[in-house]
């Protein structure tokens, strides 16, 4: 059992940063691979970024790359995204969440515990 807190949103200007974070507990977090998605009102959930369990491997989708940099801390159980440039079009609740897959998977489908999201809004 993994439980996942997000922290950090808030509202910015364009141009602006925030960073957020992911506390979990949990004694097999470490082992996990872990993926940041975005909800944006009337919008399907979208993967944002993802990174392995080692934290050697990192992915993003296309509209945050450059921008956006995700970590983790093993000794911590944290993870975090640097969001740089903010832009109105990155509004939205962010979540993060684990998946037991082997690969970074860009499907929300296969994760399997998520947290409860934090509010970012960027505006123009």
């Known amino acids: 059992q993994v439980q996942l807190v997000e922290s950090g949103g808030g509202l910015v200007q364009a141009g602006g940063s925030l960073r957020l974070s992911c506390a979990a507990s949990?004694?097999?977090?470490?082992?996990?691979?872990v993926g940041w998605f975005r909800q944006a009102s009337g919008n399907e959930r979208e993967f944002v970024a993802g990174?392995?369990?080692?934290?050697?491997?990192?992915y993003y989708t296309d509209s945050v790359k450059g921008r956006f940099t995700i970590s983790r801390d093993n000794a911590k159980n944290t993870i975090h995204l640097q969001m740089n440039s903010l832009k109105p079009d990155d509004t939205a609740i962010y979540y993060c969440a684990t998946t037991g897959r082997y690969y970074i998977s860009t499907y929300h489908a296969e994760y399997n515990y998520w947290g409860q999201g934090t509010q970012v809004t960027v505006s123009s």
């Open positions: 990174i392995t369990w080692s934290g050697r491997t990192t």
């Open positions: 949990g004694r097999t977090f470490s082992t996990y691979n």
